[in-house]
């Protein structure tokens, strides 16, 4: 993981999405932002990854539902592997955005403490239903990608 860190990218802003599991709505999130990042030519300033905050998931692919979402929608993405997140994560990114108020009660147990303000809902305000269990994929879907691109309207403004 920590192989990304370099001088050329030091300066980077460096996002982390985090759900329960890290195979549906973090890892689409992930995919999407790339997608947005790419098409705004801005690779080059952000590195992008998601994780979750439970374990059951770990080192799986994302849930073949959530891949026919990002498809249907033109989103390129690879194959991932589901991680937890860490707490060395806290010092390698700059902001770590949740998908719900579950996501912020788990995540305590791993980063106990948020004293840069790094941490945040990805929706202001609003959870981003799990489609895991609605198996609504396409509302998941526009919930991502409205925070998506509300967040990187933020992180290119705080340049």
């Known amino acids: 993981m920590l192989s990304w860190i370099s001088k050329e990218n030091v300066h980077m802003k460096k996002i982390l999405f985090v759900c329960h599991?890290?195979?549906c709505r973090s890892a689409m999130a992930e995919f999407i932002m790339k997608d947005l990042v790419k098409k705004e030519g801005m690779e080059d300033q952000f590195?992008?990854?998601s994780a979750a905050t439970s374990t059951e998931e770990i080192?799986?692919?994302i849930y073949p539902p959530a891949k026919q979402k990002l498809r249907e929608k033109g989103v390129p993405f690879t194959r991932h592997y589901a991680r937890q997140v860490t707490?060395?994560?806290y010092k390698l990114f700059d902001v770590i955005l949740l998908m719900d108020a579950n996501n912020q009660r788990n995540i305590k147990h791993i980063i106990p403490n948020n004293p840069?303000?790094?941490?945040?809902l990805l929706l202001d305000g609003k959870n981003i239903a799990d489609p895991w269990y609605?198996?609504?994929f396409?509302?998941?879907y526009q919930d991502i990608l409205k925070g998506c691109q509300t967040w990187l309207d933020r992180l290119v403004?705080?340049?």
């Open 116 to 120: 840069d303000h790094k941490i945040h």
């Open 138 to 140: 396409e509302t998941a």
């Open 87 to 89: 707490k060395k994560d």
């Open 59 to 61: 080192g799986n692919d």
């Open 134 to 136: 609605t198996d609504d």
């Open 157 to 159: 403004w705080e340049k």
């Open 47 to 49: 590195y992008i990854e």
């Open 21 to 23: 599991g890290n195979i």
